[in-house]
């Protein structure tokens, strides 16, 4: 007679942990949502989070370290919608606003995280390390991209070195998002955002249409 399989009641300690560490992760990434980075205390993520202070120092250094996280995993994302432009030689100009926008919401649906990361990113040398890798990220893989179209003769061949003019680039549309994401105008208008940072790509990369 086949013995009873044994039910497992209990999370596995490694599904505590990840359930810990997420806790914490979207505790912080709430709060952000009405408490500016700088005022936030580890206590309020505790709180929030309702973990003990043991636990969040198991996995966290400082909040720093939360938000350190929380910014990777959003990047990574924002890496993942601009690949069209970044991977697919085909209409540059329709890839780069499909990128555009999909950045532009991303920025949106992460708003809180995004504007803390901006705000704070000098305030803390880990933090500081951290945004100057991730924009160094985008800006290399733009680089590619320019130096591939400037070869194959889709972009024309400039003396602006294409590094510098993907780092100018990449920059311009991260101070652009962060005034959509706070509400400044004229930034506020999506669509009106998306069109502008379009052009502006497409007129500086392309000389304003992409040659076939």
């Known amino acids: 007679m086949p013995r009873p399989v044994a039910r497992r009641d209990r999370p596995s300690r490694g599904e505590v942990q990840r359930d810990l560490r997420r806790a914490i992760l979207d505790a912080t990434e709430r709060l ?7 005022e936030l205390r580890v206590a309020h993520i505790l709180s929030a ?3 003990s202070r043991a636990s969040f120092y198991f996995y966290f250094e400082s909040k720093h370290a939360v938000l350190a996280e929380l910014v990777r995993a959003v990047v990574d994302q ?13 209409s540059p100009r329709a890839t ?3 990128g555009t926008l999909a950045g532009a919401r991303l ?3 992460h708003a809180p995280v995004l504007q803390a990361i901006v705000e704070n990113w000098r305030s803390d040398p880990a933090l500081t390390e951290l945004w100057s890798e991730m924009m160094e990220r985008f800006a290399a893989a733009a680089t590619e991209r320019i130096e591939r179209d400037r070869r194959a003769g889709r972009a024309p061949a400039k003396d602006v070195d294409a590094r510098m003019l993907a780092a100018a680039l990449t920059w311009l549309g991260e101070r652009a998002y962060y005034l959509a994401v706070i509400g400044h105008a004229p930034f506020d208008d999506e669509e009106a955002l998306v069109d502008a940072l379009t052009e502006i790509w497409v007129a500086t990369i392309y ?3 992409p040659r076939t």
Request: zero cysteines; proline letters at 3%; glycine letters at 4%.
């Open 32 to 38: 952000l949502v009405d408490h500016r980075f700088d």
């Open 49 to 51: 989070a309702k973990v």
């Open 78 to 90: 924002a890496l993942e919608v601009a690949q069209p432009w970044l991977e697919t030689d085909n």
């Open 96 to 98: 780069l606003r499909q």
């Open 107 to 109: 920025w949106r649906a």
């Open 207 to 209: 000389n304003g249409q």
